[in-house]
């Protein structure tokens, strides 16, 4: 077995008693960014991963869902973010870079464009953890994952040329009402279900100790990442890992509206059966 996890912060709480060797993971831990595992699981690499939302609404015939296990937020996320040199509205025509490993985020960022802030600006494809953040040089740039963490901070103190920063998770919810699911983690509708099972009653496992440990995780984030301790344990802990109602609710109008632009075609959910 082949399971795919994302290198970032925000899968401390998932992984982190595996790494530490308190819970036992009965499969191969592969590494990579959201895009990376999209390719991987879609391409039959890995058995069972963490992969993109709209992976999932893509190819959601090749997988099964995992149950009660998601990266989602109700209101802020902190770690998936446009900043920008002016007002969101105000960007049409201008250079948008935009992370190229995230696709989650680039399609609820263009849902946020066309129906919230009514502006066009020109997307290009970018890094999602720039080598370094004081480089950055288009008016406006989505960043995901640790380095907005780290981006923001840096703005917080002054340190930034933005002025101004969007929580994509925050406009969603300020938009819609409803929680927002970044991110799910899939089996492969081949791998034999009892494999699955028990790849997930591991991270469920998991998760259960990294909540439990959020203040440990915390100060693993901080040496990762340099962002104050407080901030990495507000930021954990603002993270939902579930996947109840609420959240399925938010997750299928994503899908829902994401059809309605024509951008992806959704033929469901579907969840790994139980034992």
Do not use: K
């Not at 902190?78 to 049409?92: D, G, I, K, N």
């Not at 099972?197 to 998991?206: C, G, K, M, P, Y």
């Amino acid at each position: 077995m082949r399971v795919g996890r994302i290198p970032y912060v925000n899968c401390y709480p998932v992984y982190g008693a595996i790494d530490r060797g308190i819970v036992r993971l009965d499969a191969e831990l592969v590494t990579g960014v959201p895009t990376e595992l999209n390719r991987a699981t879609a391409s039959g690499a890995l058995d069972v991963s963490v992969v993109s939302a709209v992976e999932y609404a893509r190819a959601s015939g090749q997988y099964l869902l995992l149950p009660d296990l998601a990266i989602s937020c109700d209101g802020p996320v902190r770690s998936v973010m446009l900043f920008s040199t002016r007002p969101a509205e105000e960007l049409s025509g201008e250079r948008l870079v935009v992370a190229r490993s995230s696709m989650t985020s680039v399609a609820l960022l263009e849902l946020l464009f066309a129906h919230v802030w009514h502006a066009q600006p020109e997307f290009v494809p970018g890094d999602a953890e720039p080598a370094d953040l004081r480089a950055l040089d288009a008016p406006a740039h989505l960043v995901i994952g640790d380095a907005a963490l780290m981006l923001r901070a840096a703005m917080h103190a002054g340190a930034t040329r933005y002025t101004h920063a969007y929580d994509l998770g925050e406009a969603w919810r300020e938009w819609t009402g409803l929680p927002f699911v970044f991110a799910v983690w899939v089996a492969r509708r081949e791998t034999p279900v009892d494999h699955a099972l028990r790849v997930h009653a591991s991270l469920i496992e998991a998760r259960t100790w990294g909540l439990a440990n959020l203040g440990q995780l915390a100060a693993q984030a901080h040496q990762a990442t340099g962002v104050p301790v407080d901030e990495c344990r507000a930021y954990l802990g603002g993270l939902d890992y579930g996947l109840g109602l609420s959240h399925l609710g938010g997750l299928t109008e994503f899908f829902r509206r994401l059809e309605a632009d024509g951008r992806v075609l959704s033929s469901g959910l579907a969840f790994l059966p139980a034992a």
